[in-house]
C-alpha cells in the first residue's frame, strides 16, 4: 500500500479512540463555565477567502456561539498564501481568548513547505469541529478532459503544459503534490488562491484543472460548467453517487479536510476548555446547525475534543512533509 493510503488508517484510528474512549468522560469544562470570558467580542481569523469552505465553517459557528455566551463573534478572512498568515496572526496575538484562529490541514502543509516557523504544538488547540465531504478535482466543461485517466495521459504527454491550480501551503496543495506523484503526471502548479478564486479562474479558462470543496463547486457542476472527475473522499459519498473517488479512478490518494479551532499559545487553560464545551455542545445538539452545515457543504456533525485533534494534525505531519516539495512555480 502506498504511504498516502495510510491516511485513511490514520483517521480511523484517531476518530475511533477518540469517539470510544471520550464515553462516559465528562467535558472538560460545562458550556456554561464559570470564567468570565467572554466579556467583549471575539475576532475569529479565518484563513480562506469569503464564501469558501473555511470561511463557512467560521461564519456557520457565529449565531450560536452568541447565544451561548452572550457575546458577538466576528470573522476576520484573511486567505493569503494558504492561511499561513492568518496563523501568524493569531500565533503572535495575545493570548487572552479573544483571537481565535479557524484552519485545518492547510497550516500543516504550510509547515511542511517551510512557511511557517511554528507548528500545531504552539497554539492551544480548542478541537475539530467539522469535517468535509471532500474536495473535487474539477475542470472546464470546454475541456477535453472526462475522466482523471484523460487528465493524466495529457499531462504525460505534454509535460509542465496543463496548469493545475492550487492554493500554496493548503489542503488543495497537499492532494495536488500527491496526485502528481501517484500518477506519475507532469503539471505546471499554479497559485490560484482561495476555492472562489479558483472556480473564477477556472470558468473563464485561465487554469486547467484544480480542487474545490463540494459546496464551492456544486453550483457550477449543476449548471453543467465544469464537469466533476474525482474526490479526495475515503468512499464514494452517497449524496453525488457519480463522481468516484481518486482511488477509484486508480490513484491512492486521500486528504480528509478538517477544520479546528485554535487560540494563542498560552491561552488561560479554563477559557480553552469553556470554548470547547461550547463547541461539542452546538455540534451534538444544534438541530439548525446540522441543518445548515448539510445544506451548504454536505457536512454532517463532527467533534474531536483538544488532544484527540492535535493528535490527528501532528499524525498527519510525517505524510505531508513526504509529499508536499517546492513544486509551486
Known amino acids: 500500500m502506498k504511504r498516502m493510503g495510510f491516511i485513511v488508517l490514520l483517521c480511523a484510528s484517531i476518530a475511533m479512540s477518540a469517539f470510544c474512549g471520550g464515553q462516559g468522560q465528562q467535558t472538560p469544562a460545562s458550556a456554561g463555565g464559570t470564567t468570565k470570558w467572554p466579556a467583549k467580542s ?19 459557528f457565529l449565531e450560536p456561539l452568541q447565544r451561548e455566551l452572550g457575546q458577538t463573534f466576528v470573522v476576520v478572512n484573511i486567505p ?21 484562529l479557524l484552519t485545518h490541514l492547510s497550516l500543516g502543509c504550510s509547515i511542511a513547505a517551510g512557511m511557517v516557523d511554528f507548528g500545531y504544538d504552539d497554539f492551544e488547540m480548542v478541537g475539530i469541529v467539522g469535517e468535509s465531504a471532500g474536495d473535487i478535482m474539477v475542470v472546464n466543461k470546454a475541456s477535453p478532459w472526462r475522466s482523471m485517466a484523460d487528465v493524466v495521459k495529457d499531462a504525460k504527454a505534454n509535460p509542465g503544459k496543463i496548469k493545475l491550480a492550487v492554493n500554496t501551503g493548503s489542503t488543495t ?7 502528481q506523484k ?4 507532469d503539471f505546471n502548479f499554479v497559485d490560484g488562491g482561495g476555492a472562489q478564486e479558483k472556480a473564477v479562474a477556472l470558468l473563464g479558462g485561465h487554469i486547467d484543472v484544480t480542487m474545490l470543496p463540494y459546496g464551492t463547486a456544486k453550483p457550477y457542476i449543476e449548471s453543467g460548467d465544469f464537469i466533476p472527475l474525482g474526490m479526495s ?33 498560552n ?18 445538539e444544534d438541530k439548525e446547525y446540522a441543518k445548515r452545515i448539510d445544506a451548504t457543504f454536505s457536512q454532517s456533525p463532527f467533534f474531536l475534543p483538544p488532544k484527540e485533534s492535535l493528535d490527528f494534525f501532528n499524525g498527519m505531519m510525517p505524510l505531508l512533509r513526504e509529499y508536499i516539495k517546492p513544486v509551486v512555480k
Not at 81 to 98: L, N
Not at 182 to 185: F, I, N, T, V, W
Open 42 to 60: 471575539v475576532s475569529i481569523i479565518a484563513g480562506g477567502s469569503p464564501g469558501g469552505d473555511t470561511d463557512f465553517n467560521s461564519r456557520v
Open 80 to 100: 493569503a498564501a494558504g492561511g499561513s498568515i492568518a496563523a501568524r496572526q493569531v500565533h503572535d496575538a495575545t493570548p487572552d481568548g479573544y483571537t481565535v
Open 173 to 179: 496543495y497537499a492532494i495536488a503534490a500527491s496526485f
Open 182 to 185: 501517484e500518477s506519475g503526471a
Open 233 to 265: 473522499s475515503e468512499k464514494r459519498n452517497p449524496k453525488f453517487p457519480n463522481i468516484p473517488t481518486y482511488i477509484e479512478c486508480g490513484y491512492n490518494v486521500v486528504c480528509p479536510t478538517r477544520y479546528a479551532f485554535m487560540m494563542p499559545k
Open 267 to 284: 491561552t488561560p487553560k479554563e477559557i480553552v476548555d469553556k470554548f470547547s464545551a461550547t463547541l461539542e455542545k452546538i455540534i451534538k
